[in-house]
């Protein structure tokens, strides 16, 4: 049983590693086609969030460090996760809960329109991992340590 789910973290681990292991290599001075695609999104999330809620975002963000923390978020956590790391999970959880819903708003298209097919299936397919993120999470939570337990003395017969 302890191999299979070896496997399972693995095989599920292996798309955030292998999606931050491309970004890794594709990054350059200006954050690679990664930047250059949350530039536009990251724009529309900012008016959304400034007329909803009328916070900013800080002025000097610069996209490539949110590149890099997206990199550094998938391929740490997607490691942990691979050893069996509630805190791995926790490091994919926040990744996904901070890049789905700025990466795929399909609430900003119309239903008959083709992205928004597109940006909604795979808006779904991350809720599915945030999903399997918070199962792994809560049974590790509910899983009981192993416990070290002494012997009980055999009773001596006379």
């Known amino acids: 049983m302890a191999?299979?789910?070896?496997?399972?973290?693995?095989?599920?681990?292996?798309?955030f590693l292998l999606s931050a292991w491309q970004e890794f290599n594709e990054f350059g001075s200006d954050g690679g086609p990664a930047a250059r695609f949350l530039r536009p999104k990251l724009d529309v999330f900012s008016s959304h969030l400034l007329t909803h809620t009328g916070m900013h975002l800080p002025k000097q963000l610069e996209i490539k460090h949110l590149v890099a923390a997206a990199?550094?978020?998938?391929?740490?956590?997607?490691?942990l996760f691979i050893f069996g790391s509630s805190f791995g999970a926790v490091l994919l959880l926040l990744h996904q809960a901070i890049a789905t819903p700025i990466l795929y708003d399909f609430y900003n298209y119309d239903a008959e329109k083709k992205e928004f097919n597109q940006l909604f299936l795979k808006f779904t397919q991350n809720l599915a991992?945030?999903?399997?993120?918070?199962?792994?999470?809560?049974?590790?939570?509910?899983?009981?340590?192993?416990?070290?337990?002494?012997r009980a003395p055999k009773a001596k017969t006379t």
């Open 3 to 15: 191999f299979v789910s070896s496997v399972g973290r693995l095989l599920f681990a292996s798309v």
């Open 71 to 79: 990199i550094v978020l998938k391929g740490v956590g997607g490691l």
């Open 129 to 150: 991992l945030f999903g399997a993120l918070l199962f792994f999470i809560s049974m590790k939570i509910s899983m009981p340590k192993k416990q070290l337990r002494k």
